[in-house]
Structures are given as structure tokens and as C-alpha cells.
């Protein structure tokens, strides 16, 4: 039942920006990684961005220096704040997040967010 609601997409300018959030819910286990992918139709999913539970981020090539991944661990929520946009940013962003059930039941699972569509265009 654990549930990642990904918002903040729309439109925007090249060289403009948008902050996207990625809310968990639903499960009191322990998030351990986050991710950002994203997909355009017709092509693989990649993934842009993924951050530990200490704060260690990683980035994939083109979004270096222009997004940063963030994460709040008492609101369970992971953030993608993402300057100078351009069309080649253009996807629907799915947030992913894994999970651990601790140490009693020593389980590790993912889930992924619905997407939610960025759209760069002048």
C-alpha cells in the first residue's frame, strides 16, 4: 500500500525551471535510496538522479550542474529542483523509491510514483 505521489511538473521556458517533490506514503519502513527517472514516449526509461539516505547524490551526465536532488527524511518526501531547462528535458519524471522492512522481517523492496510530465518548450 506504500504510495509515491510525484508533483511540480508543467511547462516551461529553455533556461527556466521547476522543483518537483515525490511524497512517500503508506509504510513506516525505512526508505534507503531515491531516484528520479525519466521517459519519453517511445523510448527507455533512464534514470537523471538518485540520492542515499545520507544525502550522497549522483547524476546523470547532462544534468550535472543544472539539477540537484534533494530529500527531507521527516516529511518522507525527495525533491528534484531542475535550472536551465532545455527541450531535451522534456519527459514524464517518475520518482522510485526503495525500501527496507528492518530487521526483524530483513526485506528490501521499490515502488514508483505515477510520473508526472515536465515539458520544456518555448
Known amino acids: 500500500q506504500v504510495q509515491l505521489v510525484e508533483s511540480g511538473g508543467g511547462l516551461a521556458q529553455p533556461g527556466g525551471s521547476l522543483r518537483l517533490s515525490c511524497a512517500v506514503s503508506g509504510t513506516r519502513d525505512t526508505v534507503t535510496s531515491m531516484e528520479w527517472h525519466r521517459q519519453v514516449r517511445g523510448k527507455e526509461r533512464e534514470l537523471v538522479a538518485s540520492?542515499?539516505?545520507?544525502?550522497?547524490?549522483d547524476y546523470k551526465n547532462s544534468a550535472k550542474g543544472r539539477f540537484a536532488i534533494s530529500r527531507d527524511n521527516t516529511k518522507n518526501t525527495m525533491y528534484l529542483q531542475m535550472n536551465s531547462l532545455q527541450p531535451g528535458d522534456t519527459a514524464v519524471y517518475y520518482c522510485r523509491a526503495h525500501f527496507w522492512t528492518g530487521w526483524d522481517t530483513n526485506t528490501v523492496y521499490a515502488a514508483w510514483g505515477q510520473g508526472t510530465q515536465v515539458t520544456v518548450s518555448s
Open positions: 540520492i542515499t539516505s545520507g544525502g550522497q547524490a
